[in-house]
Protein backbone atom coordinates (compact mmCIF):
# COMPACT_ATOMS: atom_id res chain seq x y z
CA UNK A 1 0.00 0.00 0.00
CA UNK A 2 1.84 3.39 -0.69
CA UNK A 3 1.33 6.20 1.57
CA UNK A 4 -1.42 8.00 -0.51
CA UNK A 5 -3.33 4.96 0.04
CA UNK A 6 -2.75 4.68 3.96
CA UNK A 7 -3.64 8.18 4.23
CA UNK A 8 -6.83 7.97 2.59
CA UNK A 9 -7.70 4.75 4.06
CA UNK A 10 -7.13 6.90 7.89
CA UNK A 11 -9.63 9.02 6.93
CA UNK A 12 -13.51 8.69 8.04
CA UNK A 13 -16.28 8.94 5.87
CA UNK A 14 -17.36 11.18 4.59
CA UNK A 15 -13.86 13.30 4.45
CA UNK A 16 -12.53 9.90 2.62
CA UNK A 17 -15.35 10.00 -0.33
CA UNK A 18 -15.15 13.94 -0.37
CA UNK A 19 -11.41 14.39 -0.69
CA UNK A 20 -11.14 11.46 -3.08
CA UNK A 21 -14.11 13.20 -5.23
CA UNK A 22 -11.94 16.33 -5.08
CA UNK A 23 -8.82 14.52 -6.47
CA UNK A 24 -11.13 12.64 -9.43
CA UNK A 25 -12.67 16.31 -10.57
CA UNK A 26 -8.74 18.17 -10.85
CA UNK A 27 -7.49 15.15 -12.07
CA UNK A 28 -9.47 14.84 -14.48
CA UNK A 29 -9.01 18.91 -16.07
CA UNK A 30 -5.30 17.86 -17.81
CA UNK A 31 -3.53 14.47 -18.32
CA UNK A 32 -0.62 16.34 -17.20
CA UNK A 33 -1.90 16.53 -13.32
CA UNK A 34 -0.79 13.67 -11.60
CA UNK A 35 -1.09 12.47 -7.60
CA UNK A 36 2.02 12.62 -5.90
CA UNK A 37 2.88 12.49 -1.79
CA UNK A 38 4.62 15.45 -0.75
CA UNK A 39 4.97 16.92 2.79
CA UNK A 40 3.96 14.09 4.25
CA UNK A 41 -0.03 14.43 2.19
CA UNK A 42 -1.07 14.02 -1.51
CA UNK A 43 0.03 16.59 -3.71
CA UNK A 44 -1.59 17.00 -7.15
CA UNK A 45 1.42 18.33 -9.17
CA UNK A 46 1.92 19.90 -12.72
CA UNK A 47 4.78 19.14 -14.72
CA UNK A 48 6.67 17.97 -11.37
CA UNK A 49 5.62 20.99 -9.91
CA UNK A 50 3.46 21.73 -6.82
CA UNK A 51 -0.14 22.33 -8.09
CA UNK A 52 -2.62 22.13 -5.35
CA UNK A 53 -3.98 19.77 -2.07
CA UNK A 54 -7.32 19.28 -0.85
CA UNK A 55 -8.12 18.91 2.58
CA UNK A 56 -9.95 18.93 5.88
CA UNK A 57 -8.56 21.62 8.61
CA UNK A 58 -7.67 19.51 11.82
CA UNK A 59 -9.18 23.10 14.10
CA UNK A 60 -12.21 24.13 12.25
CA UNK A 61 -13.29 21.33 10.27
CA UNK A 62 -13.37 23.91 7.00
CA UNK A 63 -12.40 21.43 3.45
CA UNK A 64 -10.67 23.38 0.98
CA UNK A 65 -8.34 23.19 -2.26
CA UNK A 66 -5.00 24.83 -1.51
CA UNK A 67 -3.64 26.05 -4.90
CA UNK A 68 0.64 27.03 -5.17
CA UNK A 69 0.78 29.85 -7.16
CA UNK A 70 -2.08 30.87 -6.22
CA UNK A 71 -0.93 34.68 -5.76
CA UNK A 72 -1.22 34.82 -9.81
CA UNK A 73 -4.63 33.98 -9.93
CA UNK A 74 -8.18 36.00 -9.37
CA UNK A 75 -10.97 34.56 -9.02
CA UNK A 76 -13.81 35.33 -6.27
CA UNK A 77 -13.89 32.52 -4.88
CA UNK A 78 -10.47 32.51 -4.18
CA UNK A 79 -8.80 33.92 -0.46
CA UNK A 80 -5.40 33.93 0.58
CA UNK A 81 -6.20 34.17 4.33
CA UNK A 82 -2.77 36.00 4.82
CA UNK A 83 -0.51 33.32 2.74
CA UNK A 84 2.24 34.80 0.77
CA UNK A 85 1.81 31.98 -2.49
CA UNK A 86 -1.51 29.40 -1.76
CA UNK A 87 -4.89 31.01 -2.32
CA UNK A 88 -7.47 28.55 -0.82
CA UNK A 89 -10.89 27.54 -2.23
CA UNK A 90 -13.09 26.83 0.74
CA UNK A 91 -16.12 24.22 -0.02
CA UNK A 92 -19.34 23.66 2.18
CA UNK A 93 -19.34 19.83 3.45
CA UNK A 94 -23.43 20.37 3.48
CA UNK A 95 -23.57 20.80 0.15
CA UNK A 96 -22.83 18.90 -3.04
CA UNK A 97 -19.34 19.64 -4.74
CA UNK A 98 -19.28 23.02 -6.37
CA UNK A 99 -17.80 21.28 -9.48
CA UNK A 100 -18.05 24.46 -12.49
CA UNK A 101 -16.58 26.20 -10.05
CA UNK A 102 -13.52 23.64 -8.93
CA UNK A 103 -13.02 23.07 -12.67
CA UNK A 104 -12.81 26.34 -13.88
CA UNK A 105 -10.60 27.64 -11.01
CA UNK A 106 -8.23 24.40 -11.88
CA UNK A 107 -8.04 25.75 -15.55
CA UNK A 108 -7.41 28.78 -14.20
CA UNK A 109 -4.82 27.80 -12.38
CA UNK A 110 -3.08 25.29 -15.09
CA UNK A 111 -3.40 28.62 -17.12
CA UNK A 112 -1.34 30.69 -14.41
CA UNK A 113 1.39 27.51 -13.52
CA UNK A 114 4.63 28.30 -14.27
Known amino acids: MTPIDEYYEGLKEP ?3 VLLA ?3 IILSADPRL ?3 WKYQMPFICLRKKMFCYSRIDKKS ?3 YISFADGYRMEHPELVSDGRKRFKLLYLNQERDLPIRTIQAVVI ?3 EKHK
Open 108 to 110: LAI
Open 15 to 17: EQS
Open 61 to 63: GEL
Open 34 to 36: NLQ
Open 22 to 24: INE
